[in-house]
């Protein structure tokens, strides 16, 4: 007789139904769901539970109203950029000399302050979106990892409200302004914040993200206005407040400016030299995480040659991409002295508030740590092309 009709000739035993009532409830979906945090849509996972940077994404996503967590995410136009970003960590290996190394020394000292990890926070708008307490949050996340924050010109908050919630070291991202009573006024309310550096966007960020746009049912309003209906002024997208950028024009704010000034936004060798002439104290290589010119190179392949240019005489500084500890460490191999981090923070700071930013970045300083043993490096010093293998197309 087949084993399921034979069931049914004797009377289940007390332990038989349990085994079954048991095996029944440890198959259901909701069960299932219990052991996986990111299936699990009723509770947030714990801080713990989230393991890497990709993993603050997940709870962000999950916690966010669709348009803040899209503005985070998108890049300009068909997002190719913004992909091949990412896709440039993959076309660099890292090649470990076999060395033991007890504890890698991370430090290291940029314009005449230490810093514990290369690792900073790169600008980014508009954190109100993210959390209720904004980019004062960020600050105590940024503090409570031991790095400096980037505060973006376009922060949801005034910069002496930032500089006042936590103690740690701060810089001050500025988008031009061609008045330069206003553009004054701006640097001296950074400056007179304790900003320790100021960065100045020189890309033209004219982006269409057009997430927002098939996103306009449910958001408030779309941002940017689709290309077949420009703004009357001009038909090219750029923001008139950016159409007259030029190299004089940083000339004229050098002298507001009394800490180290760098241009964000290089990516050639010839504007890293511009950078130089111009008299900047570092070159910032960015291609605005994907949301500036779409089919713009991934920084990861422009820098070597910008490294190479700057010779030394400056920082270079490195966004666009970084998720991993690894990211870092293959950036600085290529010869940038320090990275940034944009959308990595945002996650932790969508995720959990100050302690989501705090955690995020201490698992890509740990991951960073980890990498520079495994490769048997004992200091930044040590970091340098020998560690990798490039493979750019
Ligand atoms: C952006 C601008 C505001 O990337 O920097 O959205």
New binding site residues.
């Given amino acids: 007789m087949p084993h399921l009709e034979s069931t049914w000739t004797h009377s289940l035993t007390r332990r038989d139904a349990a085994r079954a009532l048991a095996a029944f409830a440890a198959g259901s979906p909701l069960a299932l769901a219990q052991q996986d945090p990111f299936r699990d849509h009723s509770r947030v996972p714990a801080i713990d539970e989230l393991l890497n940077a990709f993993d603050f994404e997940a709870v962000a996503y999950a916690k966010l109203p669709r348009q803040a967590y899209d ?1 985070t995410a998108y890049g300009t136009d068909g997002e190719f950029t913004m992909r091949r970003n990412r896709e440039a960590f993959s076309w660099v290996d890292l090649t470990p000399c076999v060395q033991s190394i007890a504890k890698p020394d991370t430090a290291l000292t940029l314009f005449g302050k230490p810093h514990a990890f290369p690792i900073l926070l790169s ?4 954190h109100l979106q993210l959390h209720p307490a904004a980019e004062a949050a960020t600050h105590q996340g940024a503090t409570a990892a031991r790095t400096t924050m980037i505060v ?1 010109n ?1 922060a949801s908050l005034p910069i002496n409200e930032i500089a006042a919630a936590a103690p740690g070291p701060l810089w001050f991202q500025f ?1 031009p302004r061609e008045d330069l009573t206003a553009a004054r006024d701006t640097l001296d309310r950074a400056q007179a914040a304790g900003c320790q550096a100021i960065v100045v ?1 020189v890309d033209q ?1 004219a ?1 269409v993200f057009e997430r927002d746009l098939h996103g306009r049912h449910l958001g408030p309003i779309a941002r940017r206005l689709p290309a077949r209906q420009p703004a009357a002024a001009n038909p090219y997208r750029i923001s008139d407040r950016r159409l007259w950028y030029s190299w004089k024009y940083l000339d004229q704010i050098r002298e507001m400016v009394k800490v180290p000034m760098l241009a964000k936004g290089i990516l050639t060798a010839e504007d890293a030299r511009l950078c130089l002439e111009h008299g900047l104290d570092g070159v910032y290589v960015s291609n ?2 994907g ?2 010119l779409d089919y713009a190179p991934a920084t990861l392949e422009v820098l070597p040659e910008i490294v190479d240019a700057v010779a030394g005489r400056v920082p270079v500084i490195f966004d666009s991409g970084i998720r991993r500890g690894t990211d870092v460490l293959k950036a600085l191999a290529l010869g940038a002295t320090a990275v940034c981090l944009g959308r990595v923070p945002r996650w932790g700071l969508g995720a959990y508030g100050a302690p989501g930013v705090q955690r995020v970045v201490e698992i890509l300083q740990a991951e960073f740590v980890q990498a520079m043993a495994a490769a048997g490096r004992p200091n930044l010093a040590a970091l340098n092309r020998t560690l990798v293998r490039t493979d750019f197309p």
């Fill in positions: 503005y600008p980014t708008a508009g973006s376009v988008y966007t960020q982006p605005h995480g949301r500036s």
